[in-house]
């Protein structure tokens, strides 16, 4: 069964950083892309990064470039968000996803989620 | 990266059928097949329902299908049923790594 655990979430005051993780298991971790997407209280889906299966595209989302860095670890099954001078927009529940494939077109399971409210 | 144009809300009655609409550019929907759409209950997470336009993944039912024309890519939900009411996304691959998602749609089963 494929599982995606998120961690790392909290509350955190506006310009400081915080690192999220993701441990995944139940699937061949290094066999596909992994995404973060992330969505504010009462507001819709937004893509923030992507990462294929050997690290070699990256690729984010304007609001997330230059302030957060996306990476994994294959030989520990893990996913990681680190965020940087955060700001209060980027509140919001983020979403570990596994892609359907190894090149990255899709997002075929999703984990629960974990919160991070930026206060100023 | 715009957002995709969908509908704010579309309705239907159970056993109609209702079709959401995704615009984008030919930077997005337009120039690649790489677009998916997304089933959300409240409080819960996304649940892929159409991948690569048109392709089901197994354990969805026939009654959704996609497709897509120029810009502009479709979700049709045939036969809607009271569990079909939820909030929809659609997501293009962009280019250079990049996704874009949709506003969501929120389906109402009258």
């Known amino acids: 069964e494929v599982q995606l655990v998120e961690s790392g979430g909290g509350l955190v005051q506006a310009g400081r950083s915080l690192r999220l993780s993701c441990a995944a298991s139940?699937?061949?971790?290094?066999?596909?892309?992994m995404h973060w997407v992330r969505q504010a209280p009462g507001k819709g889906l937004e893509w923030v990064s992507s990462i294929n299966l050997n690290s070699g595209s990256i690729g984010y989302a304007d609001s997330a470039e230059g302030r957060f860095t996306i990476s994994r670890d294959n030989a520990k099954n893990s996913l990681h968000l680190e965020m940087n001078s955060l700001k209060r927009e980027d509140t919001a529940l983020y979403y570990c996803v596994k892609d359907g494939e190894a090149s990255g077109t899709y997002f075929d399971f999703w984990g629960q989620g974990t919160l991070v409210t930026v206060s100023s | 990266q715009s957002a995709l144009t969908q509908p704010r809300s579309v309705s239907g009655s159970p056993g109609q059928s209702v079709t959401i609409s995704c615009t984008g550019t030919s930077s997005d929907v337009g120039g690649y097949r790489y677009v998916s759409w997304y089933q959300q209950h409240a409080g819960k997470a996304p649940k892929l329902m159409i991948y690569?336009?048109?392709k089901r993944p197994s354990g969805v039912p026939d009654r959704f299908s996609g497709s897509k024309s120029g810009n502009t890519a479709s979700l049709t939900i045939s036969g809607l049923q009271t569990e079909d009411e939820a909030d929809y996304y659609c997501c293009s691959y962009a280019g250079s790594y990049t996704r874009v998602f949709g506003g969501g749609t929120t389906l109402t089963v009258l």
């Open positions: 690569d336009v048109t």
């Open positions: 139940g699937f061949t971790f290094d066999d596909y892309a």
